[in-house]
T-cell receptor, first 112, second 115 residues
Framework: AQSVTQPDIHITVSEGASLELRCNYSYGATPYLFWYVQSPGQGLQLLLKYFSGDTLVQGIKGFEAEFKRSQSSFNLRKPSVHWSDAAEYFCAVRSGYSTLTFGKGTMLLVSP | NAGVTQTPKFRVLKTGQSMTLLCAQD?????MYWYRQDPGMGLRLIHYSVGEGTTAKGEVPDGYNVSRLKKQNFLLGLESAAPSQTSVYFC??????????????FGQGTRLTVV
């Protein structure tokens, strides 16, 4: 069965510092991968997605993610974090009928 | 274009009461889904539908029923609410082009508390 692991429950980053959120997946076929962001009390916003092709994917708000098949990873990165990036981030893999299996999330805290 | 709309946004139920959550999408999507979100658990699939009149169980279907009588609507029912069903519920929809560049579009969520 497919699964997604986000090893870090919480991460604290200083404003202006770089960010990397880890995501590892388990899926038998070519994975379709997503990163979503959720601000407190809000819905999910799609940051970026990987379906095929270039393994470095650009998303909104200056985020990017790199798909590494050999490591079964899809880590999210941002070169310089802003205070408004503080939120919870979810990695997900798509399965049959476009259902999604989500990781448990990583809460990003941004310190001044 | 409203996208995916969930009704209601907030609800408090007493144990044993019943209620229905409504999800409506105006994008002519074939597929629709209900997820629940609990702290530290991410989102988990409750039920989904691949077309009008069809439904299927997801990862955590117990205690819920669903119906898809119209293509644009997907209803989630709780017949006898339990405190364990306190959660935030998200509806989503997507196109049916499997293997193509499709993504799910999410509603804003329904926060349900069962006391």
């Amino acid at each position: 069965a497919q699964s997604v692991t986000q090893p870090d429950i919480h991460i604290t980053v200083s404003e202006g510092a770089s960010l990397e959120l880890r995501c590892n997946y388990s899926y038998g076929a070519t994975p379709y991968l997503f990163w979503y962001v959720q601000s407190p009390g809000q819905g999910l916003q799609l940051l970026l997605k990987y379906f095929s092709g270039d393994t470095l994917v650009q998303g909104i708000k200056g985020f990017e993610a790199e798909f590494k098949r050999s490591q079964s990873s899809f880590n999210l990165r941002k070169p310089s974090v802003h205070w408004s990036d503080a939120a919870e981030y979810f990695c997900a893999v798509r399965s049959g009928y476009s259902t999604l299996t989500f990781g448990k999330g990583t809460m990003l805290l941004v310190s001044p | 274009n409203a996208g995916v709309t969930q009704t209601p946004k907030f609800r408090v139920l007493k144990t044993g009461q019943s209620m229905t959550l409504l999800c409506a999408q105006d994008m002519n999507h074939e597929y629709m889904y209900w997820y629940r979100q609990d702290p530290g658990m991410g989102l988990r699939l409750i039920h989904y539908s691949v077309g009008e009149g069809t439904t299927a169980k997801g990862e955590v279907p117990d205690g819920y029923n669903v119906s898809r009588l119209k293509k644009q609507n997907f209803l989630l029912g709780l017949e006898s609410a339990a405190p364990s069903q306190t959660s935030v519920y998200f509806c989503a929809s997507s196109y049916s082009q499997r293997g193509r560049d499709t993504e799910a579009f999410f509603g804003q969520g329904t926060r349900l508390t069962v006391v």
